[in-house]
């Protein structure tokens, strides 16, 4: 059984920063991509950023530069550095994986097994 679990989440004034974490069980997290996801009230699901089996990472544009996704294949662990926050990046932050095969999206669809999500608030 699959089980991710965030943590890290809260709530910061513009400009600053927060880490998010996401605990895996369940299966082998180095054969597995990563992705971070997040939904704003009355928005739809927004892929953040992806972390392959080799490493590389992938970023939506509105984070790049100032988010930071990075894994820990020994601890089962993903985690999201998330600096000069904007009011706007705030909303519902969800982990989520899928076996790798060949390549990674930032395509929710995509993705079988989410974690709970945990929330982020940026005042201005």
């Known amino acids: 059984q699959v089980q991710l679990t965030e943590s890290g989440g809260g709530s910061v004034q513009a400009g600053g920063s927060l880490r998010l974490s996401c605990a895996a069980s369940?299966?082998?997290?180095?054969?597995?991509?990563m992705t971070w996801f997040r939904q704003a009230p009355g928005k739809e699901r927004e892929g953040v950023a992806l972390?392959?089996?080799?490493?590389?990472?992938g970023y939506a544009n509105s984070v790049k530069g100032r988010f930071t996704i990075s894994k820990d294949d020994a601890k089962n662990t993903l985690y999201l550095q998330m600096n000069s926050l904007k009011p706007e990046d705030t909303a519902m932050y969800s982990c989520?994986?899928?076996?790798?095969?060949?390549?990674?999206?930032?395509?929710?669809?995509?993705?079988?097994?989410w974690g709970q999500g945990t929330q982020v608030t940026v005042s201005s």
């Open positions: 369940g299966y082998t997290h180095g054969s597995y991509c």
């Open positions: 972390i392959t089996i080799f490493n590389t990472t």
């Open positions: 989520a994986a899928r076996r790798y095969a060949g390549s990674c999206s930032l395509r929710d669809s995509e993705y079988p097994y």
